[in-house]
């Protein structure tokens, strides 16, 4: 399984970007795909994930400003951020669990970067 991500960037404060993910290689029936997110120095953290039954969960910090959603037929996870702020900014990974086998896949991190 591989899972490439895009959508990264510069952006003001304020400002919105989104992020995408795409998986390839399987298609699993059950699974949580998401991001997480590591801002240096510290822990690597859950930002949102989407469950194949549709539900999502939100880190609390995210709520109200992003919005993660799925494309089943492209396999493909978006993270629209809105009202982004300066410590929103971090790498921002993507990842896939399959609860089936319970394993964990990560794709590249993509650099997310908030000017204030």
């Not at 469950?51 to 629209?80: C, E, H, M, P």
């Not at 896939?96 to 000017?115: E, I």
Request: glycine letters at 12%.
């Amino acid at each position: 399984v591989q899972l490439q991500a895009s959508g990264g960037g510069l952006v003001q404060a304020g400002g919105s970007l989104r992020l995408s993910c795409a998986a390839s290689g399987r298609t699993f029936r059950s699974y949580s795909m998401g991001w997480f997110r590591q801002a240096p120095g510290k822990e690597r953290e859950l930002v949102a994930r989407i469950n194949s039954d549709g539900s999502t969960n939100y880190a609390d910090f995210v709520k109200g400003r992003f919005t993660i959603s799925g494309d089943s037929a492209q396999n493909t996870v978006y993270l629209q951020m809105s009202s982004l702020r300066s410590e929103d900014t971090a790498v921002y990974y993507c990842h896939l669990n399959t609860w089936a086998t319970r394993k964990n896949y990560w794709g590249q991190g993509t650099l997310v970067t908030v000017s204030s």
